[in-house]
């Protein structure tokens, strides 16, 4: 039984409406609202009602008309005139199948010939990987030149000012830029913060605003200081980074002969193939085994600065075997190391 329905059901019985239940009616009729919008700023659009107000455009009247930024009545348009090419797309839509977030990401990409497909990836797929997923979906169904040309043709750069007077901004890249950017960008993060190891963990900025101390490093550094891997994997179903993230053959073929690829295999089950070392530091090839195995934080789900935790410790195992290493963000690797003490202080007592 849905939400919605149970809902409902509460308001025969004269129950009183969960805070649950009360969070799933106003989003299901948040969804509703934003598709009849959608639908009629399109219609408007078309009618060429807007013009006999002077406005520029059918998004500078609606951006004037319901007090909202122009680029948001743009993507309003966008999606509204996708939609009338999209019939199942936009009756999923309409029905509440679809949320606005999978809608606006489907319109992108969708035509008339892969709309069947796409929502079919649609409706097994979180919105949060859906982008992904597509993109995946559509990688193996272009040629890596047109997929190369498609990602250059739309690569770009804006930002703007905040009226708090920040600067913020957006870019588009071909994945293999935006890796190199990404990747520079956490690496000297990393490398600073080991150069800060003696701070409280409470002193230290969010992510956020070490990314940006970072980013501002780079610049004024003249371009990256540190060295980064980054590891490919290929697998029957395409060439893709660590976060699943698809790139053209053509780059691999491309990028080779200069550079050392790291080759990960797999079993027949598709897991890594187990490395072991007695150091106490994981070698680079065993940590793109946990790295593919684990893929997150298998505390608190995180994908965030991983690191490499031994379990158990190094001191009591005295060896480096990935069956004993896990991924773990910085705060949960923190947090099982200062609980460990504890826990052995208890004991005792």
Not at 21 to 35: I, K
Not at 111 to 130: M, Q
Not at 322 to 346: F, G, I, N, T
Request: hydrophobic residues 40%; aromatic residues 6%; negative net charge.
């Amino acid at each position: 039984m849905s939400m919605v329905e149970t809902r409902r059901d509460a308001g025969r019985e004269g129950k009183p409406e969960t805070l649950r239940q009360r969070v799933v009616a106003v989003g299901t009729s948040w969804s509703l609202a934003q598709y009849e919008l959608v639908s009629l700023v399109a219609t408007l659009d078309e009618s060429g009602e807007w013009t006999a107000d002077g406005a520029v455009s059918c998004a500078h009247w609606v951006g004037q008309a319901l007090d909202v930024e122009v680029c948001t009545a743009r993507e309003w348009l966008r999606i509204g005139r996708a939609l009338m090419v999209l019939p199942m797309t936009d009756s999923a839509f309409e029905d509440g199948l679809l949320s606005y977030s999978k809608v606006r990401t489907l319109t992108r990409v969708a035509t008339a010939e892969n709309e069947v497909e796409l929502l079919d990836i649609a409706h097994a797929t979180p919105a949060g990987r859906l982008g992904v997923a597509i993109a995946g979906w559509l990688s193996a169904r272009e040629l890596p030149e047109e997929t190369e040309a498609r990602h250059h043709q739309s690569r770009g750069v804006s930002w703007r000012t905040d009226p708090d007077g920040m600067t913020s901004g957006t870019f588009r890249l071909p994945p293999a830029d935006a890796k190199r950017l990404t990747e520079a960008i956490d690496g000297e993060l990393v490398r600073g913060r080991r150069e800060a190891v003696d701070a409280s963990a409470d002193a230290w900025p969010s992510i956020s605003q070490q990314r940006a101390d970072a980013f501002i490093g780079l610049i004024a550094g003249g371009g990256a200081r540190v060295v980064t891997e980054i590891v490919v994997h290929v697998r029957g179903d395409g060439t893709k980074f660590d976060d699943g993230t698809p790139i053209p053959w053509t780059l691999l073929e491309r990028i080779a002969p200069e550079a050392f690829v790291r080759v990960l295999i797999h079993d027949a089950e598709g897991r890594p193939i187990n490395a072991s070392s007695r150091h106490r530091h994981p070698s680079a090839r065993q940590k793109r085994v946990v790295r593919e195995r684990d893929q997150r934080c298998i505390g608190c789900g995180s994908t965030e600065f991983l690191e490499y935790d031994h379990d158990p410790d190094f001191e009591t195992s005295r060896r480096t075997v990935v069956d004993e290493l896990h991924l773990r963000c910085w705060s949960c690797h923190r947090a099982r190391h200062v609980a460990a003490p504890r826990r052995a202080a208890q004991a005792h007592l």
